[in-house]
């Protein structure tokens, strides 16, 4: 691990748990979000037909208008320690190359959290944090994930980052809906890291607590600054980030990200184990394997 551990400080009180999980059954997800609905909605449609509480799904080749986002920013005030640009609206259709979301539920309603890269026509490739209840199919999108019975993802108030953020936690169940029934079959694990601490030690961690040796990683998060084992570092303190491919094996973890900084650039490559401090938020899908 590095000598010294970037810290960024956030205004309210460190909670002693740095990491929020909880077990449920492993769904595969593959449906299609309707031209003319919004991603939230659709998404969260996608997941409950599936009899599921909670998923991370995966966007390729999506083609959106109108399409909303924003990227990170630095804070206003003292009230947060980092915050959000200026939002983003591209004219015309915009295709998502590649994006992951977080699908949960926020005041008993579908809420989604999605990073991802994308491409208006004639402009650059992008990169931000997606605003999926203002952005929708310009044609039936194909969505695929892993969907969650059991596990929930709750957008729930965090006094420590003053930022209302997902939760893993078990999920209420309604035993009396055959679709939402835990079957017993393979099950996977909702997870959620809090700041300042390195992102491959902590899922390191809890895996090694879980049982968990090998693993397929799948999730999104924020970073304070990033350090590859390739290539120049990102210097940002706050960023927006999508795992590509992530891997636990062997008892270690292995994050291949793309990650947007403050400025726009983007930046991607395998992080470095021990130098890549959580910023606001990671929240993941753990699916072991073997």
Not at 205 to 219: F, L, N, P, S
Request: include cysteine; hydrophobic fraction near 40%; charge should be negative.
């Amino acid at each position: 691990m590095a000598a010294t551990m970037r810290t960024i400080r956030h205004p309210g009180p460190v909670a002693p748990i740095r990491h929020a999980k909880a077990w449920g059954e492993a769904v595969a997800l593959n449906f299609t979000v309707a031209p003319g609905e919004t991603m939230e909605a659709g998404l969260g449609r996608g997941v409950a037909e599936a009899g599921c509480e909670a998923a991370y799904v995966s966007l390729q080749g999506a083609r959106l208008d109108p399409f909303r986002y924003v990227m990170p920013a630095g804070s206003p005030g003292p009230s947060h320690a980092a915050w959000y640009s200026r939002t983003f609206a591209p004219e015309g259709v915009v295709t998502v190359t590649e994006a992951g979301a977080i699908v949960g539920r926020r005041d008993g309603a579908p809420f989604v959290h999605c990073h991802g890269l994308w491409q208006a026509e004639g402009e650059p490739l992008a990169m931000g944090h997606m605003l999926p209840p203002d952005s929708r199919a310009a044609e039936p999108v194909r969505v695929t994930g892993i969907g969650l019975r059991g596990a929930a993802f709750e957008s729930r108030q965090d006094d420590e980052t003053n930022f209302r953020l997902f939760a893993a936690e078990p999920a209420d169940i309604d035993l009396n809906n055959e679709a939402r029934q835990v079957s017993g079959g393979s099950r996977a694990l909702a997870l959620t890291l809090r700041p300042n601490q390195d992102v491959c030690h902590a899922i390191e961690a809890v895996c090694a607590e879980a049982g968990i040796t090998r693993a397929r990683i799948h999730g999104i998060g924020s970073l304070n600054e990033a350090r590859f084992e390739d290539g120049p570092p990102m210097r940002s303190y706050a960023s927006e980030l999508l795992i590509r491919d992530g891997r636990q094996e062997n008892e270690r973890v292995r994050l291949d990200v793309a990650v947007v900084a403050m400025d726009g650039a983007i930046f991607d490559g395998v992080l470095a184990r021990g130098d890549n401090p959580v910023c606001v938020t990671f929240e993941l899908v753990v699916v072991p394997e073997g």
